[in-house]
């Protein structure tokens, strides 16, 4: 089974710091992705990554910013966490391939700037 | 504008109800998802779809593309249904595995 973990299911933090979100997939998927999740907007994409020190905005990344070291590692990073960056976190990872496409989602974190 | 509408934002049901959830999207696919999220926030894939009809248990899933729709089906409905689902897309050609999503559909059964 693949397996996708993030480092925290629940997060407080305070304005102004700077915040890490870790993802680990243990399935040697190409790319991987960061969204937020809010009430009444679904999931938006931060950041993707499809391959080791490669990324790609997505459609919100302002005030973010990532890192994909490892294969098998995404980090999202708030450098300086605003209220407005309180929501839930999920981090996926799917294969390079056309035919295989499936996402496969971790188990999110919830994040409250306060 | 969102490329993935779905209906309804929300959904309530009596225990043994027939449930349609809907989905339209206005760019060309190579494959369409339908995903379930459960409180707590986990998701977990319940179809993919390119073309025609899947069953999976209770849960049918339909696609036309010709008209940009797919639909999701739950027969006799019950209180474990109850999460977000949620309809996402593939563009055509992308190996980059990027989805696009609809805001989801909030079903709440009722025993």
């Known amino acids: 089974d693949v397996k996708v973990t993030q480092s925290s299911r629940y997060l407080v933090k305070r304005t102004g710091e700077k915040v890490f979100l870790e993802c680990v997939q243990d399935m040697d998927h190409e790319n991987m992705f960061w969204y937020r999740q809010d009430p009444g907007l679904g999931l938006r994409l931060i950041y993707f990554?499809?391959?080791?020190?490669?990324?790609e905005k997505g459609d919100i990344p302002e005030g973010y910013s990532v890192s994909r070291e490892k294969k098998e590692r995404f980090s999202l990073i708030l450098e300086s966490a605003s209220t407005n960056q309180t929501s839930m976190y999920l981090c996926?990872?799917?294969?390079?391939?056309?035919?295989?496409?499936?996402?496969?989602f971790g188990p999110g974190t919830r994040l409250t700037v306060t | 504008k969102n490329e993935v509408e779905q209906s309804p934002q929300n959904l309530t049901a009596q225990e043994g109800e027939f449930i349609t959830i809907n989905c339209s999207y206005s760019?060309?696919?190579?494959?369409l998802h339908w995903l379930q999220q459960h409180p707590g926030g986990g998701i977990v894939s319940l179809f993919m779809l390119s073309s025609g009809k899947k069953k999976h248990g209770r849960l049918i899933a339909t696609i036309n593309i010709q008209e940009k729709h797919s639909s999701l089906h739950i027969t006799a409905s019950h209180p474990r249904d109850s999460a977000v689902y949620i309809c996402?897309?593939?563009?055509?050609?992308?190996?980059?595995?990027?989805?696009?999503f609809g805001r989801g559909t909030q079903l709440t059964v009722w025993p």
């Open positions: 990554s499809y391959d080791v020190k490669m990324k």
């Open positions: 996926a990872s799917s294969i390079r391939d056309r035919v295989r496409p499936e996402q496969y």
């Open positions: 760019v060309g696919i190579s494959a």
């Open positions: 996402a897309v593939r563009g055509r050609g992308s190996t980059l595995g990027r989805l696009y």
